[in-house]
């Protein structure tokens, strides 16, 4: 759609006093195209160019259209080696990490394997890591071991873990074991 400014600015009659068509025509054509330009120049960015030819599929995944020879054992023999492009970055080391997330794998899970880290977007804890987690490792075995080991005393005391829990304190912790004993018979 053409602007009122960009009519008058191409009006013959506007421009000409005299009456005579061809110099009118010829007075009115720079501030036609001027405005013209102008025009084409608004509406190509607010729009876009329709005309442009879209990039074809095979050039947006890394295709081209270099020449390339190779002989029967599949040596290049003119042109350039190309390797292949995978959709997939790699190699990434995101967070820190010296390794890439899926090099380490243990019961069950994946994980990386500079911090044996098993939650994907974690930070890499590094050497400081590992030894925690081999501390956390070693505490937990210590816990397993100390509740089968009340469970055991449980089973042995018919269930009253903590008269026995009681009992031991009492006899560790306090000087005078006798009132101990008689609150203990007490409850």
């Known amino acids: 759609m053409l602007s009122l400014s960009l009519l008058t600015a191409c009006a013959p009659s506007a421009i000409c006093k005299t009456g005579n068509a061809a110099e009118a025509y010829s007075q009115s054509q720079p501030a036609c195209m001027v405005m013209q330009l102008k025009n084409k120049d608004t509406i190509m960015q607010q729009y876009g160019d329709a005309a442009e030819k879209a990039p074809e599929d095979g050039m947006l995944l890394g295709q081209t259209e270099r020449y390339v020879e190779y002989d029967a054992a599949g040596r290049v ?111």
């Open 77 to 187: 023999v003119k042109g350039q080696d190309i390797k292949a492009h995978s959709r997939y970055e790699e190699d990434v080391h995101p967070n820190n990490h010296t390794s890439v997330w899926g090099s380490w794998w243990e019961g069950g899970q994946w994980g990386y394997a500079c911090c044996h880290q098993t939650i994907k977007n974690s930070y890499c804890t590094g050497e400081a890591g590992l030894v925690a987690a081999e501390a956390q490792a070693d505490q937990m075995q210590l816990n397993i071991k100390r509740k089968a080991e009340e469970d055991k005393a449980r089973e042995e005391n018919g269930g009253n873990l903590e008269v026995c829990a009681t009992f031991l304190f009492a006899v560790l912790h306090v000087p005078h074991f006798c009132s101990c004993v008689a609150l203990l018979l007490m409850h």
